[in-house]
């Protein structure tokens, strides 16, 4: 029996490692036990020498979806997921489909696991709260969050994105992790009574969460699901939803009455609030400065399948900023947004609804063309929920330099990119929804989905309805 040792919890850098050698030197699944610090261990288990490989020069076949799906696992609770992901690389050796047999049971096993772990770090991104706390070298924030698996570092790097500009500290009962505006730190876990429990930033908290507080989309039992109970006595807001929810179904009964415009006085609202969410010191170079520095782009992985980054492009001081998914295969290769066939239909939908896209600014909410190969041709493939969210930083630079009047989600993933939540396009579809971190969103349909449509009377029906939904447009912001 080989014991493996293993630096952390999640360490899959560690477990990458220790397999590679184990599997290139043939050692069975069952001869080996993988061990965290703090995880059940074998008292029983010999320790042995992990065997040297390097003269054996053999081949690992390792897939990135293989790596991807790794990357969760080793992030859940259960004690055999390591186990599982080793039996997993030698039978993928002998069966480089496997992961497309969902119905096997160590893929069923690992897909359900990464699904667990997406969820928690979801809502670990979502439920997490600062508080403020005084300290010799100025202001510092502190959270507390119970994770059920251990998402804390895969999660840190969504908090360093979005609060850079401060020194925080997330405390969990396992593992605590801490920025200081410079490099990530982690500490062994705290208690409960280590986080400050009030301050000043709950009230606001509270006006906040009140002002986004959407009636219409009050669906209780889906709340509880979303954020479970356990996660409710650690956010400010949650004493607010008693009343919101008595509130809500007047509310509702007046926004199916209201029109689009006065839900857009009504965000406007918003707008003043979420304005302090911007980043407060947008990119020194300007736009120009931002598209060069997102060249070089590596957040996520994409960047490595894709021939360039497609950042946005337009005026300076564009008054609509419309926001789309992803580029396509042109776009890819041109450097620029919206100049496919998706691009040709926008372009001719803007003209028809008296825009002028020249004056306007035009991005994506993914930068780099997700695509797969097959023989010659290239498919797209949409952005997944973490591709949004690495991506999102660019789009909050832009609209931070832009501050435009109103924002255009074409589809369902600008929704989630802007809003941070997902809604059904054609529920939503000419509605205006807040943004935290820029003002009023208006959503229609994205241009492929006209596209796609094959019956030449749904065709001109649709686009006669992405005209309406730009010409409002076009009064909301210019009158
Ligand atoms: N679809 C998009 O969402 N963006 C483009 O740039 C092209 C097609």
Redesign the pocket.
């Known amino acids: 029996m080989i014991a493996v040792d293993l630096e952390h919890a999640a360490d899959f850098d560690g477990w990458r490692s220790a397999a590679r050698r184990l599997a290139m030197a043939g050692v069975a699944p069952s001869d080996v036990q993988w061990r965290t610090p703090g995880g059940l261990r074998d008292l029983f288990a010999a320790e042995a020498v992990m065997p040297d490989v390097s003269e054996n020069g053999g081949e690992l076949r390792v897939s990135r979806r293989f790596v991807d799906l790794a990357e969760r696992v080793v992030c859940h609770r259960d004690e055999e997921r390591f186990a599982l992901l080793y039996r997993m690389l030698l039978r993928l050796q002998e069966q480089p489909k496997l992961l497309e047999l969902v119905t096997d049971d160590d893929v069923f096993r690992a897909e359900n696991m990464a699904k667990a772990v997406r969820r928690e770090r979801h809502k670990m991104t979502a439920f997490v709260r600062f508080r403020e706390v005084a300290t010799e070298d100025g202001p510092a924030f502190v959270a507390w969050f119970e994770p059920e698996h251990h998402v804390v570092r895969l999660t840190a790097p969504f908090f360093v994105d979005r609060f850079a500009a401060m020194r925080w500290s997330i405390l969990t009962p396992e593992l605590c992790v801490h920025w200081d505006r410079q490099a990530l730190s982690f500490t062994p876990g705290a208690t409960r009574d280590l986080a400050p429990d009030d301050d000043r930033l709950e009230e606001h908290w509270r006006t906040y969460y009140a002002h986004i507080f959407n009636p219409a989309r009050l669906k209780i039992a889906a709340m509880k699901r979303e954020m479970p109970m356990r996660y409710w006595k650690n956010l400010p807001e949650s004493s607010a939803i008693p009343g919101l929810i008595q509130s809500a179904s007047r509310a509702s009964e007046g926004m199916i009455a209201a029109p689009a415009l006065v839900a857009a006085k009504r965000s406007a609202k918003i707008l003043k609030q979420v304005e302090a969410a911007r980043p407060s010191a947008p990119h020194v170079g300007g736009l120009e400065g931002l598209r060069q520095e997102a060249a070089g782009c590596k957040r996520c992985p994409l960047w490595s399948n894709a021939t360039q980054t497609?950042f946005g492009e337009g005026e300076a001081n564009a008054e609509l900023l419309f926001v789309?998914?992803?580029?396509?295969d042109?776009?890819d290769l041109a450097g620029?947004?919206?100049?496919?066939?998706?691009?040709q239909l926008f372009d001719r939908a803007l003209a028809d609804a008296g825009i002028d896209r020249t004056a306007a600014y035009?991005t994506?909410?993914v930068k780099h063309f997700k695509n797969e190969p097959r023989g010659k041709r290239r498919i797209h493939k949409s952005p997944n929920v973490s591709e949004i969210n690495a991506c999102r930083w660019w789009i909050e630079q832009e609209a931070a330099l832009l501050k435009p009047k109103l924002t255009i989600a074409?589809?369902a993933?600008?929704i989630r990119s802007l809003t941070g939540e997902s809604h059904s396009v054609l529920k939503t579809r000419g509605q205006v929804l807040a943004s935290p971190f820029l003002g009023d969103v208006f959503v229609t349909v994205?241009?492929?989905f006209l596209l796609r449509l094959q019956d030449e009377a749904d065709k001109r029906r649709e686009y006669e309805a992405f005209v309406a939904d730009l010409s409002e447009v076009r009064r909301l912001v210019y009158g």
Do not use: D, I, L
């Open positions: 497609v789309g998914e992803q580029p396509g042109k776009e620029r947004p919206f100049v496919g066939p998706a691009g035009v994506n909410s074409m589809g993933t600008a994205h241009p492929s």
